[in-house]
């Protein structure tokens, strides 16, 4: 992965999850709304004594409620609904809403603030376009409750409020509308946003994990078997001796002498791959060790990696253990320098009683100063000149690091450059995340 490309298995940062909105949940809502409109309606006009068109306000009530009957029907309780679904009912919900309140006396009823209830859910779950259409219907329909409507219910003479007092109605409902929803929406955004890269960072992980799990499983299957396989090579051997060469056995003798040496063969072969031949989980390794591990993947390009250790070290090179959060983060730095390095990468690394540092600095465009004051967030598109994608590299690699107490600071010195600083007393910890960690 990069951080200043950052390219990823996951879209970019307006994707949106659809089945954001349970059914059910959304039928319980409606529900609860028919039984407070109906409530309502019926102690205002019997309770209270205003006079209200009980008939009419009851039947745009059971509008809600037959929609509600028709869902329950129609579809299966556990449906998720989309964006494209989530929109047109709360449009629906709406739409109700605005027939309720004209009847009732329009942006003049108390509760014309409830026009607010359906432009806060879509912020809260939906995309920017529908967010964007309820917000607008719901501007739509204040504007037209301030004009059209019926009187006001109340007891005697028919109340019709000033008009500067209904002005200071619409304009705040319109002014609540845009805001809420454009504040919600930001905020759920970036909850989501921060979601979907934790997952991503996580499934990164654990990928890496269980191939080294994997590893370590080869290699002890290599060895277990190798004595038992020597065994049957020998008696196999043994009886090509003792059979006659023209008896019907000697053919089967030969072919399982032959496949006893292609499962040795195979066996040898897996001892010489790296990642399970070098499985060491417990053994401390060097520094310059660990670095040198973390880039091998990544030496094969065209921009050479230098490492280099400073001459102001001071004290015992330390050790910890390899771990994949550090080969996965400090190698996500390192790939992101190879990939936009012009010649050369140069990792130097320093240490002292108290801190262990690796810098690492290419000779490319560097960063922004838009990339560099937003690195370290989920999705950010990357260097200067560079026309980058959007991704999670960074995010993850800077997770993955600060897990295990590291500090990196992003900045520009003929290239970009990446500082990533651990405490001395960490660095020789195991370096693993906990497992809830996410």
Known sequence: ?????????????????????????????????????????????????????????????????????????????????????????????????????????????????????????????????????????????????????????????????????????????????????????????????????????EASLNRAQSLSALGGLAAAAAHELGSPLATIAVVAKELSREVPEDSPLAEDVALLISQSDRCRGILAGLSQRPDIADHRPIELLKYSTLVAQACEPYRNGDAKIEIVTDNNCRGLEPEAAESQEFMHGVGNIIQNAVQFAKNSVELRLIWDETIVQLTVRDDGPGFSAVVLAALGEPYVSTRAGVRGHMGLGVFIAQTLLEANGAVLEFSNRDGAQVVIRWPRDMFGRNMSLPQNAG
């Open 1 to 201: 992965m990069s951080d200043r490309q950052i390219e990823t298995s996951t879209s970019g940062p307006h994707r949106r999850r659809e089945g954001q909105l349970g059914l059910r949940t959304l039928i319980l809502i409606r529900w609860i709304a028919v039984i407070g409109q109906t409530a309502t309606v019926l102690i205002v006009h019997y309770g209270f004594a205003f006079t209200l068109p009980v008939l009419a306000c009851l039947s745009v009530v059971a509008l809600t409620a037959l929609s509600n009957l028709m869902l329950s029907v129609r579809m299966p309780a556990r449906a998720r609904l989309g964006n494209k679904g989530a929109a047109i009912l709360l449009g629906f919900d709406m739409l109700q809403l605005g027939m309720l309140l004209y009847l009732t006396g329009g942006l003049e009823n108390p509760f014309s603030i409830l026009i607010l209830a359906p432009v806060t859910v879509a912020a809260t779950i939906l995309s920017r376009a529908p967010t964007l259409a309820l917000t607008i219907l719901a501007m739509v329909l204040v504007t037209l409750l301030a004009f059209f409507r019926a009187p006001l219910p109340w007891t005697g003479e028919a109340v019709t409020l000033p008009f500067p007092y209904a002005l200071g109605v619409w304009t705040a409902l319109c002014v609540a509308s845009a805001f809420i929803a454009a504040y919600i929406w930001s905020v759920a955004d970036e909850a989501r946003r921060m979601s979907d890269a934790l997952a991503a960072t």
